[in-house]
């Protein structure tokens, strides 16, 4: 995968709003960020602790705009009984990408990726404690210098952007995210449970 920049928007809060623009302030001297990507699926019983990990990770930086942490949920589990609602198949591509550029055996969940580079099971804090950590010590080679999003219900949501810094190659990413999905299982390895998902991508 190439280098990557994600720009993330919360559906919750544009459908409260209903219309908005709003703007991005960039980053002085292009400061680390890191980028969790938690591939999961609701019928995976091995999953929900990781959901609760990137969940606590998401109140745990709160208060800092360095770290992006988003679920994908793969669709290769809907097969076992219980289809998760979020699943995509463009996402179980989306992993297998990086089991091509990562040089892994298969595909396997939960699995986090932290900035494309590091990847380890998903309920292992101490791996994404770790991958975090030395994430935030590397400065990002390119950033957005302008940045502007305009919203109106029921339209293509409007981006102007500029960048910055060394943006060759750079692909941007565009990621529409349920920020909190709450979701009763009937059928599959997770049947009984209520789950609770974050930063959804849809």
Not at 6 to 20: D, E, N, Q, R, V
Not at 76 to 95: C, V
Not at 171 to 181: F, H, M, P, Y
Request: aromatic share 10%.
């Amino acid at each position: 995968m190439k280098r990557s920049a994600i720009i993330i928007l919360g559906i919750s809060t544009m459908l409260l709003f209903g219309g908005m623009t709003s703007s991005y302030k960039p980053y002085m001297a292009f400061e680390p960020v890191a980028v969790i990507e938690l591939f999961s699926s609701q019928g995976c019983s091995s999953c929900p602790p990781a959901d609760e990990l990137l969940s606590r990770t998401i109140a745990a930086s709160k208060n800092t705009s360095k770290v992006f942490a988003l679920s994908f949920h793969v669709d290769y589990w809907n097969r076992l009984g219980w289809k998760d609602p979020f699943s995509d198949k463009q996402f179980s591509e989306r992993q297998n990408a990086y089991s091509t550029k990562l040089k892994l055996n298969s595909n396997y969940t939960p699995q986090m990726v932290v900035n494309g580079t590091k990847e380890f099971i998903g309920s292992d804090e101490a791996k994404l404690t770790a991958a975090l950590k030395e994430s935030l010590k590397e400065n990002t080679q390119a950033g957005f210098k302008k940045l502007e999003l305009s919203y109106t219900e029921n339209a293509v949501p409007k981006i102007i952007f500029e960048l910055t810094g060394n943006y060759k190659d750079c692909v941007i990413n565009l990621a529409l995210v349920s920020v909190k999905e709450t979701t009763h299982i009937k059928r599959g390895e997770n049947s009984g449970l209520t789950l609770i998902n974050e930063n959804v991508v849809r």
